[in-house]
């Protein structure tokens, strides 16, 4: 069986250094070479510091860049740097190399030549290329370089976008390719898609063409570039971008040769042939305006200020060519996306509008339809590809097939006639046999149609992982407001969460505690806690919590909260195993949750923090006692005890948060009994193997009389380190009051001296502080601003 442990990186630029930083996080050993710097003088040459200056200030940037690309700052070590003239041949201590030099085909012939010298025979060679066809780079070549070689083609940036494409060659092995498959899913966290080697590949040939459509047609109609942005980006469940944003951020001089490249390679794509970039686009690259990296494109910001303080930043008339002010709009299709929440339901509102964003959404969409039906099998054999391929690589919520599944096959096939386009002649086929759509649902699994059996079949891989869509069309356990409870298979519960945002209210704790007696008084091996939503969620439920602090309605308050601590326990000292799998936000309550679970199975892009300070209060159910059970079960003998007590201080009142589920054990958030998934779509299939290896022996344990609290002489050093937080300023007059409310907790109180304490006095004492909080006018000013902005307020 293949093993990567160590990989050399041939380039260092943004990409290279990218895929470095991502290769450490998934723990390998890299190598990133680059040449020599231009700039070297005659008495820097045998300087090996000045001879790696390139390769080491490129890796310096990355690692300095925001978002960070390394999951923990110290996973930088793992990176080696060198220079293509002196340490090339440390290649052959790789079993990967990855090419990611400059897009000139020469060039990259030349790098290969060179890998072909000092590789290992049997070892894995690749290229990042983003459009050179990858069986040119491979000519010339050796048949054992060939055979292991093929193009894998992350997207920008590594760490976060999930597509990786892998591109085999005719020569390339079966085993190769399928070992990239199945690498880039497990082992980088990545959804794998396997392309032919046609220009674009997969992604940037449907994106490319889908952007350059919208820039078409908002040439024709009377729309704003903000408006097109909210109809093509959050109105179509896609990222907030848009089309004009995400042309700024990409850059228009790169996109315009991107688009001419496949004008120029596609002679035979009529829809590709088509396009023609607006007179408004030449405009911009006239006056290099290349959007972001010039500081002005189809947006520009100004150094004027709204009277809330923003920055104004003005948008481009794409008649007059003019910056302006963004104004409100009146389009009634951008009100009504703004009413529809659920997302198929808008999709299918929208595209049968009749206003110009209407027209925007129904025209974009048919000629998407038309020109994916006539990319399978040229592109990819299997429709699903591209559907993967653009919800990864470009964050979309849905594929263009799943999209024409919303819509309907007749019904996308007649728009796209209407607009001039025709669907391939495999979909009329379709439509003539009776079938509806081009995903469907069969005994509890996902199915897709293929071209070659003109049948319906199981998504290669997807049996593999659990996705809870497969289990919405069966009968649920239980069911509230805010919950769904399923079988998942094995004797394993999943309990997804279904609020808005996933926040935390009385119908989630009601579900939790539900689902945790069902599973007690059933036949059942035990309970998952997870969703697939973007975010595990992100903490209690703010409105209401402040409706009940506006009123000072105190009971209700402390039954609240005792309610949301008792469930916390309650997954704690179940006599099942209970275990969360977590992706995205997974803040306050959230967070209090996972860290009273057996185990926390948390994709590595998982956010996980106490932001309580936030709003004016701290963690009241059950994290504040948490981090002092932790803290007391990190003591020994011997210890000096108070620096751990100042971090866990810090951490809460500062309201940090990890940026990564490693950086989450730094924290305390997580500890042995967690594990980190690089896969976020493998996290509820690894939970419920979570539950079944801990059934076969589980013993449920008992709740802790013996919490060692460190009293009055803690609450001095805590205090002292508080009062450093707000001469730093680092903490308002506020922040200190509920600082010195988690200091009392974590220390257990005016105690006279170290003891121990049990778990239900800390939480009392923790629920005493939490209401004293809810009755602090700036607590309320907190949460009211919070709920009112979604952004915190210091005061």
Not at 73 to 99: H, L, P, S
Not at 202 to 219: E, Q
Not at 610 to 625: A, D, F, Q, R, S
Request: hydrophobic letters at 35%; aromatic letters at 8%; glycine letters at 8%.
């Amino acid at each position: 069986m293949r093993h990567i442990k160590k990989v050399a990186v041939l380039g260092s630029g943004i990409m290279g250094s990218g895929i470095a930083c991502h290769l450490a996080n998934a723990g390998m050993e890299v190598l990133l070479l680059d040449i020599l710097p231009f700039d070297l003088a005659d008495d820097e040459k045998s300087d090996p510091e000045a001879r790696n200056r390139l390769v080491n200030q490129s890796l310096q940037k990355a690692i300095k860049s925001n978002p960070a690309p390394l999951f923990k700052k110290e996973y930088a070590d793992r990176i080696t740097t060198g220079n293509f003239e002196d340490d090339f041949e440390k290649i052959g201590d790789c079993d990967w190399t990855i090419e990611v030099v400059i897009e000139k085909l020469d060039i990259k012939k030349d790098v290969f030549s060179k890998v072909e010298q000092f590789r290992k025979e049997g070892s894995l060679v690749s290229s990042n290329t983003s459009g050179i066809p990858i069986h040119l780079l491979a000519e010339g070549r050796s048949d054992d370089f060939k055979s292991h070689f093929c193009g894998t083609h992350f997207f920008n940036p590594p760490r976060y976008l999930e597509l990786l494409e892998v591109i085999p060659t005719t020569d390339t092995n079966q085993d190769v390719i399928d070992f990239f498959l199945d690498f880039g899913e497990v082992i980088l966290g990545k959804s794998t898609v396997l392309c032919k080697d046609t220009p674009g590949f997969i992604g940037n040939r449907v994106g490319v063409f889908a952007m350059s459509k919208v820039y078409m047609l908002a040439d024709e109609l009377d729309l704003t570039i903000s408006e097109i942005d909210k109809l093509t980006g959050p109105a179509l469940s896609r990222p907030k971008t848009g089309t004009f944003r995400l042309g700024d951020l990409v850059g228009h001089d790169t996109a315009a040769k991107v688009t001419q490249g496949l004008i120029d390679h596609c002679p035979k794509d009529d829809q590709v042939q088509k396009l023609q970039l607006p007179d408004y686009f030449q405009f911009l690259l006239d006056n290099k305006y290349y959007g972001n990296k010039s500081g002005q494109g189809f947006y520009k910001k100004t150094n004027e200020r709204d009277e809330k303080g923003k920055r104004i930043i003005e948008q481009l008339n794409l008649k007059t060519l003019q910056y302006e002010k963004p104004g409100s709009s009146k389009l009634e299709s951008l009100g009504l996306s703004k009413q529809i929440e659920n997302d198929e339901r808008r999709i299918k509102a929208l595209f049968s509008h009749e206003d110009a964003g209407g027209q925007l959404i129904r025209a974009s969409l048919s000629s998407l339809f038309a020109y994916v039906s006539k990319r399978v099998p040229e592109i990819t054999d299997e429709l699903f590809s591209i559907d993967i391929a653009m919800k990864a690589g470009y964050n979309w919520g849905f594929g263009p097939f799943e999209y024409w599944d919303i819509i309907g096959l007749k019904e996308g096939r007649k728009a796209a006639e209407e607009a001039g386009e025709s669907v391939a002649s495999w979909v009329s086929e379709m439509i003539e046999e009776g079938h509806t759509s081009f995903y469907k649902m069969e005994d509890g699994v996902r199915k897709y149609y293929d071209l070659d059996t003109k049948n319906y079949q199981v998504i290669p891989g997807s049996l593999d992982k659990i996705s809870l869509v497969n289990y919405r069309s069966q009968n649920p356990v239980y069911k509230n407001d805010e919950v769904v409870l399923h079988d998942i298979g094995e004797g394993v519960l999943c309990l997804e969460f279904t609020s808005k945002m996933n926040a935390i209210g009385e119908g989630i704790l009601t579900g939790i505690n539900e689902s945790i007696d069902l599973a007690e008084s059933g036949d059942w091996q035990g309970l998952v806690i997870g969703n697939e939503a973007k975010n595990f969620t992100v903490g209690a439920n703010l409105m209401m919590i402040g409706m009940l602090a506006f009123q000072q309605e105190f009971e209700q308050l402390n039954q609240a909260v005792k309610l949301f601590q008792d469930t916390t326990m309650r997954c704690r000292y179940a006599s099942i195993p209970v275990v969360a799998a977590t992706q995205g936000y997974v803040f306050g309550g959230g967070c209090e949750l996972i860290m009273h679970c057996d185990s926390a199975q948390c994709a590595a892009e998982s956010y996980i923090g106490l932001v309580e300070v936030g709003v004016g209060l701290l963690p009241g159910g059950g994290g504040t006692k948490e981090f002092a059970v932790r803290t007391s079960d990190s003591f020994r003998e011997g210890d000096v005890k108070m620096p751990t007590l100042i971090d866990r201080l810090r951490t809460m009142a500062l309201a940090q948060v990890a940026t990564s589920a490693p950086q989450a054990y730094d924290m305390g958030y997580l500890n042995a009994k967690d594990e980190v998934v690089m896969n976020k779509n493998l996290v509820i299939s690894r939970a419920r193997d979570k539950v079944l290896e801990l059934a076969k022996d589980y013993v449920s344990p008992i709740e802790r009389e013996d919490v060692h609290v460190m009293g009055r002489s803690g609450l001095a050093a805590l205090y002292a380190a508080i009062s450093s937080l707000q001469l730093g300023n680092y903490a308002s007059e506020h922040d200190v009051l509920i600082a010195k409310k988690i200091a009392w907790v974590l220390c257990g109180g005016d105690l006279s001296s170290e003891q121990k304490v049990s778990e239900q006095y800390l939480l009392d004492i923790e629920r005493e502080a939490f209401l004293s909080l809810c009755g602090e006018q700036k607590t309320l000013e907190r949460i009211q601003h919070m709920l009112e902005t979604n952004k915190p307020l210091r005061n």
